[in-house]
């Protein structure tokens, strides 16, 4: 991005990314991250790249992408990974703004040139993650979502991620409530964790009665629509 802005932070200074899409188990939140860019520039926003309302899965930001300049910053970094074509910053700014751009398949592509050089980063993992989540590749989302979380014993995103694509994609809710158990385990303040802890406690209450889990979720999800996307 602009070489005159300052770069994203990571770890717990890092801001969240959020997509949200419609129906979903926890309104379908899913988290991703935004990484630290090449040196001396940005993203094109500081808060979230999501869709602020339910709808089909989107990289794109609340207000729109601004994708001229998008486009031409990547541009930029195009030109740069030619002439080192290890350079793991700029590949991983080129996913993300193809991220911003909702340009799901270049993002993952340059994701995994990014993770060729540097495999074990869990942001880069996770973002890779949401993107193969957006061409509907559920396998490979939750791969790289468990990759992440493997890598970092303390990654609350990654195991968020891995609770929404197993119950909301795959309709594996005991493997959901086991992720998002481990969840609470390293993030128990996390914005998200108090919502997290309630479905937790509805959904074992409605599965120890006997009802329809898929309904308790979507009234679940209609109730827990505030996603930590700032």
Do not use: C
């Amino acid at each position: 991005m602009a070489a005159n802005q300052q770069p994203r932070k990571t770890g717990t200074d890092t801001q969240n990314k959020a997509i949200l899409v419609g129906g979903g188990f926890i309104a379908g939140l899913i988290v991703g991250v935004i990484i630290m860019n090449f040196t001396g520039s940005t993203g094109s926003t500081g808060g979230s790249r999501g869709s602020g309302a339910p709808a089909p899965i989107t990289g794109t930001q609340e207000q729109g992408p601004d994708r001229v300049k998008l486009s031409r910053d990547i541009a930029q970094l195009e030109d740069i990974v030619k002439k080192d074509p290890r350079n793991y910053q700029a590949l991983v700014q080129i996913g993300n703004d193809y991220f911003d751009l909702g340009e799901a398949q270049k993002s993952v592509d340059a994701y995994n040139k990014a993770l060729a050089i540097k495999g074990d980063d869990p942001n880069v993992l996770t973002d890779m993650g949401v993107m193969y989540r957006q061409l509907k590749d559920f396998p490979k989302a939750l791969a790289a979502f468990r990759k992440a979380a493997a890598a970092s014993p303390t990654h609350p995103q990654s195991r968020m991620n891995i609770g929404i694509v197993l119950m909301h994609d795959m309709n594996d809710k005991p493997g959901a409530i086991a992720a998002w158990e481990d969840y609470l385990r390293v993030a128990p303040n996390d914005p998200n964790a108090e919502n997290i802890r309630r479905s937790l406690d509805e959904l074992r209450g409605q599965a120890g009665g006997g009802t329809d889990l898929d309904k308790a979720a979507r009234e679940l999800g209609q109730q827990a629509n505030s996603p930590a996307a700032k």
